[in-house]
């Protein structure tokens, strides 16, 4: 499949742990219990909008059709929307910035290593996307550590560069689909749970 396959219809992925989901009207009292924390936003590149602080304002308007995917992260346990994922900026097809946020809450238990791991999955199985990157502040630890572990690897650090609206050192991390066929040769890191991330929904 291609990305122009998913304009219209956004894919809904799954792990042992979770559900990468549009997210939806239903959602917002989740959202409430974290999107607004300021503690999220520490790294983030700017400070809450006013959708973060009031996240019903993200269903006043329908969605227009783009390649671009945001899912909200679903805790099958608890069934609450604790995180997001955007992977957008797609450029030729070819290649996109991927971006996470989760609750505090649920931090330090290595669910967003496993969402992202599983995007990239679908990222490099389903489209012709051949690249994915990111940008962390350098002092955001526990995100680049995330994407470490996800399979991304470290290529640079930008000195007083613009990340987002605020002028920091940050690094550049990416991850090519030779990348990913190189892990997926040797067998998959104990964090992407082996074959389970595999299972077509």
């Avoid at 030729?92 to 669910?111: E, I």
């Avoid at 967003?112 to 350098?138: G, K, N, P, S």
Wanted: positive net charge.
């Amino acid at each position: 499949m291609k990305l122009q396959d998913f304009v219209q219809d956004k894919p809904i992925l799954e792990t042992e742990q979770l559900i990468l989901r549009p997210l939806r009207k239903e959602d917002v009292a989740d959202l409430k219990e974290w999107l607004g924390d300021s503690s999220v936003y520490r790294y983030w590149g700017k400070r809450p909008g006013k959708s973060d602080l009031n996240p019903e304002l993200l269903f006043q308007k329908p969605e227009k059709p783009t390649k671009s995917f945001h899912w909200g992260v679903v805790h099958k346990q608890d069934n609450k929307v604790i995180g997001d994922m955007w992977v957008y900026l797609i450029e030729n097809d070819r290649m996109a910035k991927v971006a996470f946020r989760l609750s505090p809450a649920y931090q330090g238990n290595r669910l967003m290593t496993e969402a992202l791991a599983r995007a990239a999955i679908f990222c490099f199985e389903e489209t012709e996307l051949q690249r994915l990157w990111a940008d962390v502040h350098v002092q955001n630890i526990a995100s680049y550590k995330t994407l470490e572990k996800a399979g991304f690897k470290r290529e640079g650090l930008i000195r007083e560069g613009k990340m987002v609206n605020t002028y920091c050192d940050y690094y550049l991390y990416g991850m090519t689909k030779a990348d990913y066929i190189e892990i997926t040769d040797k067998g998959l890191p104990p964090y992407w749970h082996c074959e389970r991330f595999f299972r077509k929904n």
